[in-house]
T-cell receptor, first 112, second 114 residues
Framework: EADIYQTPRYLVIGTGKKITLECSQT?????MYWYQQDPGMELHLIHY???????EKGDLSSESTVSRIRTEHFPLTLESARPSHTSQYLC???????????FGSGTRLTVV | AQKITQTQPGMFVQEKEAVTLDCTYD???????LFWYKQPSSGEMIFLIY??????QNATEGRYSLNFQKARKSANLVISASQLGDSAMYFC???????????FGAGTRLTVKP
Protein backbone atom coordinates (compact mmCIF):
# COMPACT_ATOMS: atom_id res chain seq x y z
CA GLU A 1 0.00 0.00 0.00
CA ALA A 2 1.45 3.32 -1.12
CA ASP A 3 2.22 5.92 1.53
CA ILE A 4 2.45 8.75 -0.96
CA TYR A 5 -0.17 9.27 -3.59
CA GLN A 6 -0.10 11.21 -6.83
CA THR A 7 -3.10 11.93 -8.99
CA PRO A 8 -3.76 11.81 -11.81
CA ARG A 9 -1.43 9.08 -13.07
CA TYR A 10 -1.77 10.27 -16.67
CA LEU A 11 -3.10 13.58 -17.97
CA VAL A 12 -3.53 14.92 -21.48
CA ILE A 13 -4.58 18.53 -21.60
CA GLY A 14 -4.81 21.37 -24.08
CA THR A 15 -2.52 24.37 -24.24
CA GLY A 16 -3.53 27.23 -21.98
CA LYS A 17 -5.44 25.14 -19.46
CA LYS A 18 -4.83 25.42 -15.73
CA ILE A 19 -3.94 22.16 -14.02
CA THR A 20 -3.15 20.98 -10.52
CA LEU A 21 -1.16 17.85 -9.84
CA GLU A 22 -1.99 16.35 -6.49
CA CYS A 23 0.45 14.80 -4.02
CA SER A 24 -0.47 13.50 -0.59
CA GLN A 25 1.47 11.48 1.95
CA THR A 26 0.31 9.69 5.08
CA UNK A 27 3.67 9.38 6.82
CA UNK A 28 3.70 12.74 8.56
CA UNK A 29 6.87 13.76 6.73
CA UNK A 30 7.82 17.41 7.00
CA UNK A 31 9.85 17.54 3.80
CA MET A 32 8.27 17.17 0.38
CA TYR A 33 9.68 17.58 -3.12
CA TRP A 34 8.62 17.87 -6.74
CA TYR A 35 10.84 16.62 -9.55
CA GLN A 36 10.42 17.00 -13.28
CA GLN A 37 11.78 14.20 -15.44
CA ASP A 38 11.74 13.65 -19.18
CA PRO A 39 11.57 9.95 -20.18
CA GLY A 40 14.82 8.15 -19.48
CA MET A 41 16.51 11.31 -18.30
CA GLU A 42 17.72 12.70 -15.00
CA LEU A 43 15.50 14.13 -12.29
CA HIS A 44 15.32 17.89 -11.87
CA LEU A 45 14.21 19.38 -8.58
CA ILE A 46 11.65 22.11 -9.24
CA HIS A 47 10.09 22.74 -5.80
CA TYR A 48 10.50 21.66 -2.22
CA UNK A 49 8.98 22.30 1.17
CA UNK A 50 10.32 21.79 4.67
CA UNK A 51 6.96 22.13 6.34
CA UNK A 52 3.63 23.91 6.42
CA UNK A 53 3.74 27.36 4.79
CA UNK A 54 7.30 26.73 3.61
CA UNK A 55 8.00 26.45 -0.13
CA GLU A 56 11.16 26.99 -2.15
CA LYS A 57 12.15 26.81 -5.78
CA GLY A 58 14.52 24.06 -6.81
CA ASP A 59 17.46 23.88 -9.16
CA LEU A 60 15.42 23.89 -12.36
CA SER A 61 13.41 26.97 -13.13
CA SER A 62 9.75 26.11 -13.49
CA GLU A 63 6.63 28.06 -14.34
CA SER A 64 4.69 25.96 -11.88
CA THR A 65 3.77 26.96 -8.33
CA VAL A 66 3.24 24.93 -5.18
CA SER A 67 1.53 25.35 -1.83
CA ARG A 68 1.86 23.62 1.54
CA ILE A 69 -1.16 24.42 3.66
CA ARG A 70 -1.27 20.99 5.31
CA THR A 71 1.61 18.67 6.18
CA GLU A 72 0.23 15.84 4.10
CA HIS A 73 -0.61 17.78 0.96
CA PHE A 74 1.76 19.39 -1.58
CA PRO A 75 -0.05 20.24 -4.83
CA LEU A 76 1.67 21.63 -7.93
CA THR A 77 -0.17 24.04 -10.23
CA LEU A 78 0.43 25.18 -13.77
CA GLU A 79 -1.63 28.29 -14.49
CA SER A 80 -1.35 27.96 -18.28
CA ALA A 81 -0.07 24.68 -19.63
CA ARG A 82 2.22 24.64 -22.67
CA PRO A 83 3.64 21.77 -24.76
CA SER A 84 7.05 22.43 -23.16
CA HIS A 85 5.51 21.31 -19.85
CA THR A 86 5.06 17.80 -21.22
CA SER A 87 7.00 15.59 -18.83
CA GLN A 88 6.73 13.28 -15.86
CA TYR A 89 6.32 14.91 -12.47
CA LEU A 90 7.43 12.96 -9.42
CA CYS A 91 6.51 13.85 -5.86
CA UNK A 92 8.59 12.64 -2.91
CA UNK A 93 8.66 13.03 0.84
CA UNK A 94 11.35 12.54 3.45
CA UNK A 95 11.41 11.86 7.15
CA UNK A 96 15.04 11.07 7.88
CA UNK A 97 18.00 10.66 5.58
CA UNK A 98 18.45 7.05 6.67
CA UNK A 99 15.44 6.01 4.65
CA UNK A 100 15.89 8.44 1.82
CA UNK A 101 12.91 9.61 -0.11
CA UNK A 102 9.60 7.90 -0.63
CA PHE A 103 8.33 8.60 -4.12
CA GLY A 104 4.85 8.71 -5.53
CA SER A 105 4.06 6.83 -8.72
CA GLY A 106 4.34 10.00 -10.79
CA THR A 107 2.08 11.97 -13.12
CA ARG A 108 2.76 11.79 -16.83
CA LEU A 109 1.59 15.08 -18.29
CA THR A 110 1.08 15.67 -21.99
CA VAL A 111 0.14 19.13 -23.20
CA VAL A 112 -1.19 19.24 -26.74
CA ALA B 1 28.01 21.58 -3.26
CA GLN B 2 27.40 17.91 -3.56
CA LYS B 3 27.61 16.24 -6.94
CA ILE B 4 26.78 12.77 -8.18
CA THR B 5 28.32 11.30 -11.33
CA GLN B 6 27.14 8.24 -13.20
CA THR B 7 29.41 7.78 -16.20
CA GLN B 8 27.55 4.91 -17.87
CA PRO B 9 24.51 6.14 -19.83
CA GLY B 10 23.70 2.56 -20.80
CA MET B 11 24.81 -0.93 -19.80
CA PHE B 12 24.04 -4.40 -21.13
CA VAL B 13 24.31 -7.64 -19.20
CA GLN B 14 23.48 -11.23 -19.97
CA GLU B 15 20.77 -12.82 -17.89
CA LYS B 16 22.13 -14.56 -14.76
CA GLU B 17 25.39 -12.63 -14.87
CA ALA B 18 26.49 -9.92 -12.44
CA VAL B 19 26.74 -6.25 -13.38
CA THR B 20 28.28 -3.21 -11.72
CA LEU B 21 26.81 0.27 -12.13
CA ASP B 22 29.26 3.04 -11.32
CA CYS B 23 28.65 6.05 -9.13
CA THR B 24 31.05 8.65 -7.78
CA TYR B 25 30.17 11.51 -5.52
CA ASP B 26 31.67 14.66 -4.17
CA UNK B 27 30.98 16.20 -0.80
CA UNK B 28 32.87 18.01 1.92
CA UNK B 29 30.48 16.84 4.62
CA UNK B 30 31.75 13.82 6.61
CA UNK B 31 28.18 12.68 7.33
CA UNK B 32 26.17 11.57 4.33
CA UNK B 33 24.05 8.80 2.96
CA LEU B 34 24.22 7.10 -0.40
CA PHE B 35 21.21 5.55 -2.13
CA TRP B 36 20.33 3.63 -5.24
CA TYR B 37 16.92 3.71 -6.88
CA LYS B 38 15.47 1.66 -9.70
CA GLN B 39 13.05 3.20 -12.17
CA PRO B 40 11.27 0.78 -14.50
CA SER B 41 9.52 1.95 -17.65
CA SER B 42 6.35 2.51 -15.63
CA GLY B 43 8.08 5.50 -14.05
CA GLU B 44 7.96 4.91 -10.32
CA MET B 45 11.12 5.20 -8.25
CA ILE B 46 11.92 2.11 -6.20
CA PHE B 47 14.39 2.34 -3.31
CA LEU B 48 17.00 -0.42 -3.51
CA ILE B 49 19.80 0.10 -1.02
CA TYR B 50 21.36 2.57 1.41
CA UNK B 51 24.93 3.11 2.66
CA UNK B 52 25.86 5.49 5.45
CA UNK B 53 29.20 7.26 5.34
CA UNK B 54 30.22 5.78 8.69
CA UNK B 55 29.15 2.25 7.91
CA UNK B 56 32.11 -0.10 8.09
CA GLN B 57 30.60 -2.80 5.95
CA ASN B 58 29.18 -2.64 2.45
CA ALA B 59 25.40 -2.65 2.36
CA THR B 60 23.61 -5.65 0.90
CA GLU B 61 19.95 -6.24 0.09
CA GLY B 62 19.23 -9.55 -1.55
CA ARG B 63 20.83 -9.52 -5.01
CA TYR B 64 21.93 -5.89 -4.57
CA SER B 65 25.15 -4.85 -2.91
CA LEU B 66 26.87 -1.52 -2.69
CA ASN B 67 30.63 -1.44 -3.22
CA PHE B 68 31.51 1.52 -1.01
CA GLN B 69 35.01 2.92 -1.38
CA LYS B 70 35.05 5.98 0.79
CA ALA B 71 38.55 7.21 -0.03
CA ARG B 72 37.75 7.09 -3.74
CA LYS B 73 34.27 8.51 -3.14
CA SER B 74 32.61 5.77 -5.10
CA ALA B 75 29.43 3.85 -4.37
CA ASN B 76 28.95 1.30 -7.12
CA LEU B 77 25.87 -0.89 -7.26
CA VAL B 78 26.43 -4.58 -7.92
CA ILE B 79 23.50 -6.66 -9.12
CA SER B 80 24.15 -10.37 -8.96
CA ALA B 81 22.38 -13.01 -11.07
CA SER B 82 20.66 -10.47 -13.33
CA GLN B 83 17.05 -11.06 -14.26
CA LEU B 84 15.04 -9.73 -17.19
CA GLY B 85 13.02 -7.69 -14.70
CA ASP B 86 16.16 -5.80 -13.72
CA SER B 87 16.01 -3.88 -17.01
CA ALA B 88 15.39 -0.30 -15.92
CA MET B 89 16.99 3.05 -15.19
CA TYR B 90 19.14 3.14 -12.08
CA PHE B 91 19.84 6.32 -10.17
CA CYS B 92 22.52 6.92 -7.59
CA UNK B 93 21.77 9.60 -5.01
CA UNK B 94 23.35 11.22 -1.99
CA UNK B 95 22.12 13.31 0.88
CA UNK B 96 24.14 15.18 3.44
CA UNK B 97 22.64 14.51 6.83
CA UNK B 98 22.66 18.11 7.95
CA UNK B 99 19.91 19.07 5.51
CA UNK B 100 18.61 15.75 4.21
CA UNK B 101 18.10 16.99 0.64
CA UNK B 102 18.99 14.42 -1.96
CA UNK B 103 20.90 14.90 -5.20
CA PHE B 104 20.62 12.42 -8.04
CA GLY B 105 22.99 11.29 -10.74
CA ALA B 106 21.97 11.31 -14.39
CA GLY B 107 21.13 7.61 -14.29
CA THR B 108 22.23 4.43 -16.07
CA ARG B 109 19.92 2.45 -18.29
CA LEU B 110 20.47 -1.26 -17.72
CA THR B 111 19.29 -3.79 -20.27
CA VAL B 112 19.33 -7.46 -19.39
CA LYS B 113 19.62 -9.75 -22.41
CA PRO B 114 18.00 -13.21 -22.40
Amino acid sequence: EADIYQTPRYLVIGTGKKITLECSQTMGHDKMYWYQQDPGMELHLIHYSYGVNSTEKGDLSSESTVSRIRTEHFPLTLESARPSHTSQYLCASSGTAIYGYTFGSGTRLTVV
Amino acid sequence: AQKITQTQPGMFVQEKEAVTLDCTYDTSDPSYGLFWYKQPSSGEMIFLIYQGSYDQQNATEGRYSLNFQKARKSANLVISASQLGDSAMYFCAMSELWNNDMRFGAGTRLTVKP
